[in-house]
C-alpha cells in the first residue's frame, strides 16, 4: 500500500494543450444505429431532405439525433416557427449543438429585419462573438434606442484594433451623427499602440485635430523611429500617460540589443513618468527575469535595484538560484527567509534550506528532510532517497463505484460523447465534455474521468482529474496503457523502461493522436524531422510523419532516441532528459556554464522554466511508476545521487555565463 502526498502541480501534470482527443475502437462504429446515423448525415450533405428527415426520424432516441435536429433547424430556418426553436436551443443550452441553431436563428432575423425579435433571441442564449456584439447594436439602433446603441458603438469602435464589418453600418450612422469626436478617437489610437496595431494607428490620425494630440502623436511616430530619443530626459513629462507608452515601447526596443542601457533607462523612469501599477509590475518582472536567467555578472545588482522590497515573489526565487549558482548557502538562507510564508513552506524551498544547513555545518547534525518527504513530488522523493527512506505515493483510491458510473453514463451528454469517440469525431466529444463539466459537481466530474479512463482515453481522464485536483487518485492519473511495447523496446535499447513511460505521459498524457503547436507528434511528441533522422540512424522502419501517431513506431523512435541522448550525456538521466525537452545543444551550453555544480543545483537553475519542471517531473513520475507497479527504484543512480549539494562538497569559483 502506498503513502502518500499531494502531487505535482497542474502544470505538471499535461505538458501541453492538444487538439486531438483519443478515441475508441472504430470496430464501435457499427451498431445499426450508428451506420443509419452516418446515412443521415451523408443525405444532409447531399442536401437530401426527404431522405435526411426519413432518417432523422427512424433514429428515434439515438444520442447523436440532436446533431440531426440542429441541422434541419439550420436548413430550414426561414420556415420555421421561432418559439420552437427557441424550445430547442433552451432544452439544449449546454450542448453544441445549441449554438449551431441559435447562430442559424439569429442569422434569419436579421435577414428578414426583425430587430426586436433578434434583440429578444439573443438575451435568451447571448453568442459571444464580435460580430454579432455589433449586430446586436445595430439591432437597439434600429429600433430606435439610439441612445443605447451610440453607448455600445463608442464601446465597439475604441478597441484597439479593426471591428468585424458588422459594425460598419452602425458606424456610419453613429459618426454621421457627429458622435465620433478628437477625444474619442484619441482614446483609439492609444488603444492601437497598445496593441501594436501601428497600420491602424496611421488610420486614425486623420480624426486628431487638436494641436496638443498632433504634438503627441509626431512624438510618438519620431520615438518609434528613434527610441534612444527617450534618453533625453526633456523629452518626457511626468504625469503623461501617452508618454509613459512611449517610453515602455522604446525601453522595450533597446533592451533587444542593449538590455543594460534599456534597464538603467526603466530605472530612472520607472519613478518619474506616468506607468500604470500592472506597467510597472510587467517591466520588473521582464528586466529581473532577463538579467536572472542570463545569470548576467551584475545580476544580484540588478535584482536587487528592480525589487528592493522583495515585492515579487519569482523574482526573489530567482535570486535564490543566483546564490545556488555560487553556491554561496548562506545567501540562500537568508534569501528563503525572504519568500512569502505560503511558498516558504513548499518542498522545493524546504529542501534547499536543510541542504544549504547541511552545507554550512556538515556533520553537526542530520539533515531533517521529514517535512518535505511527506509530498509526492521530485523534492519530497530526493528527500526520501537522501535520507534512505521509502518513497510515499499517498494514493488514496476515489471510491467510485459501478453504480456512480452507470449514473453519469446515463446522461444525454455522456451517451453523446461515446457515439462522437466511436465515430472518432474527436474534435466534437472534447466540445461536448467540456461543456458537461461545467454543469457537474466535484465528485460528478471525477465519476466522468474514471469513465474516460475505462473508455482508454487517458489523456482526458488525467486533465479530469487535474481539473478538480484530484491529485491523490494515482489510478486515472498513471495509466500505463501500452506497457508491453514500452518493455519490449527500451530493453532493445538499455535503456530504462519506467523513464520511458514517465516522458510519454509528461509529453502527451498517452494521447497517441498529440500534435502539440510546432508539429511534435505522438505519444513521445517526436519531431519529424528528428523522427527521421533517428529512424535512419537506428534502422527503425518508417516512412513519415503520419506514422508517429501509431505508437509502435513513436515508442520505437522515441526510446531510441532517449537512448542516443542518454549516450551523449554519459549516462545522467537529468541531463538527457533535459535534452530531450530542449535539445542537446543548449544542455552543452547549459553544462559548459555551470556543470560543475551539485546535479540538484544544477536541475534547479535551468533557465527554461518549461524544461526545469519538465526534467523534475519525469524523474519523479519515473519513481511513481516503479512503486505503483511495486519494483526497486531510485530517483538518481549512484553516480548522480554523489553529485548532489549534499554529497558533493566542492565549491565553485567559476562565474557562469550564457
Request: proline share 3%; net charge positive.
Amino acid at each position: 500500500m502506498f503513502k502518500i502526498k499531494k502531487l505535482l502541480t497542474a502544470a505538471a501534470l499535461v505538458s501541453a494543450s492538444f487538439s486531438v482527443v483519443a478515441h475508441l475502437s472504430t470496430a464501435q462504429a457499427n451498431t445499426p444505429d450508428q451506420q443509419l446515423y452516418l446515412k443521415a448525415k451523408k443525405a444532409f450533405e447531399q442536401n437530401d431532405v426527404a431522405l435526411a428527415n426519413k432518417l432523422t426520424a427512424e433514429l428515434k432516441n439515438y444520442p447523436l439525433v440532436p446533431y440531426l435536429h440542429a441541422r434541419q433547424i439550420k436548413r430550414d430556418i426561414a420556415q420555421l416557427d421561432d418559439k420552437s426553436v427557441s424550445r430547442f436551443i433552451k432544452d439544449n443550452e449546454a450542448t453544441p449543438f445549441a449554438k449551431d441553431a441559435q447562430t442559424a436563428r439569429l442569422d434569419n432575423l436579421l435577414q428578414q429585419n426583425k430587430w426586436q425579435q433578434f434583440t429578444q433571441a439573443y438575451a435568451e442564449y447571448p453568442i459571444k462573438s464580435n460580430r454579432y456584439q455589433c449586430e446586436l447594436a445595430n439591432a437597439q439602433y434600429q429600433s430606435g434606442y439610439t441612445k443605447e446603441a451610440f453607448t455600445s458603438a463608442k464601446q465597439l469602435w475604441q478597441v484597439g484594433y479593426s471591428q468585424n464589418k458588422a459594425c460598419d453600418p452602425l458606424f456610419s450612422v453613429w459618426i454621421q451623427s457627429g458622435q465620433l469626436t478628437s477625444s474619442v478617437a484619441d482614446v483609439r489610437f492609444w488603444n492601437a499602440i497598445h496593441k501594436k496595431d501601428f497600420a491602424l494607428a496611421k488610420y486614425l490620425e486623420r480624426f486628431l485635430t487638436t494641436s496638443a494630440q498632433k504634438k503627441e502623436i509626431e512624438l510618438w511616430w519620431r520615438i518609434k523611429e528613434q527610441p534612444d530619443l527617450i534618453t533625453d530626459t526633456t523629452l518626457l513629462s511626468a504625469n503623461n500617460t501617452h508618454h509613459g507608452i512611449m517610453a515602455i515601447y522604446a525601453i522595450r526596443q533597446i533592451a533587444r540589443s542593449d538590455i543594460n542601457k534599456a534597464a538603467d533607462l526603466w530605472l530612472r523612469e520607472r519613478s518619474r513618468l506616468a506607468f500604470d501599477q500592472t506597467t510597472i509590475d510587467k517591466t520588473n518582472e521582464y528586466f529581473g527575469m532577463r538579467y536572472a536567467k542570463g545569470f548576467r555578472d551584475n545580476a544580484d545588482e540588478m535584482l536587487a535595484k528592480l525589487d528592493p522590497e522583495f515585492s515579487y515573489e519569482k523574482l526573489t526565487e530567482w535570486r535564490i538560484r543566483l546564490e545556488l549558482v555560487k553556491q554561496d548557502w548562506q545567501a540562500v538562507l537568508t534569501l528563503i527567509e525572504k519568500l512569502p510564508e505560503d511558498l516558504k513552506k513548499e518542498g522545493r524551498w524546504v529542501y534547499w534550506k536543510v541542504s544549504s544547513q547541511q552545507r554550512l555545518n556538515p556533520g553537526k547534525q542530520k539533515a531533517d528532510y521529514a517535512d518535505v518527504a511527506k509530498e509526492r513530488s521530485f523534492y519530497g522523493f530526493l528527500a526520501s532517497e537522501l535520507t534512505n527512506d521509502p518513497f510515499y505515493l499517498n494514493h488514496r483510491p476515489s471510491g467510485i463505484t459501478a453504480a456512480d458510473k452507470e449514473k453519469i453514463s446515463a446522461l444525454p451528454a455522456v451517451q453523446r460523447i461515446k457515439e462522437l469517440l466511436a465515430f472518432d469525431y474527436q474534435y466534437a466529444a472534447r466540445v461536448e465534455w467540456n461543456l458537461l463539466t461545467k454543469t457537474l459537481s466535484e465528485n460528478d466530474q471525477l465519476v466522468m474521468a474514471h469513465i474516460a479512463y475505462d473508455w482508454g482515453w487517458y489523456d482526458q481522464a488525467i486533465r479530469g482529474a487535474a481539473r478538480i485536483k484530484a491529485w491523490d487518485d494515482l489510478d486515472i492519473r498513471f495509466p500505463n496503457p501500452h506497457s508491453s511495447l514500452f518493455e519490449e523496446l527500451t530493453s532493445e535499447r538499455g535503456i530504462y523502461e519506467t523513464w520511458a513511460i514517465a516522458v510519454a505521459r509528461q509529453e502527451s498524457a498517452f494521447h497517441q493522436q498529440a500534435r502539440s503547436r510546432v508539429g511534435a507528434r505522438g505519444l513521445m511528441q517526436l519531431m519529424p524531422a528528428t523522427a527521421k533522422m533517428t529512424a535512419k540512424r537506428y534502422d527503425v522502419k518508417y516512412s513519415g510523419p503520419s506514422e508517429l501517431f501509431t505508437p509502435r513506431t513513436n515508442i520505437a523512435l522515441g526510446t531510441a532516441y532517449l537512448a542516443e541522448v542518454l549516450e551523449t550525456f554519459e549516462g545522467n538521466r537529468a541531463y538527457a532528459t533535459a535534452a530531450y525537452n530542449a535539445g542537446p545543444h543548449r544542455v552543452k551550453r547549459w553544462l559548459q556554464a555551470r556543470g560543475d555544480l551539485p546535479l540538484d543545483a544544477w536541475i534547479e537553475t535551468i533557465p527554461f522554466d518549461e524544461t526545469r519542471n519538465y526534467v523534475q517531473n519525469v524523474l519523479a513520475f519515473s519513481v511513481i511508476y516503479d512503486v505503483m507497479a511495486s519494483k526497486s527504484t531510485s530517483l538518481f543512480n549512484k553516480r548522480e545521487s554523489a553529485s548532489l549539494a549534499l554529497n558533493n562538497g566542492a565549491k565553485s569559483s567559476q562565474q557562469p555565463t550564457l
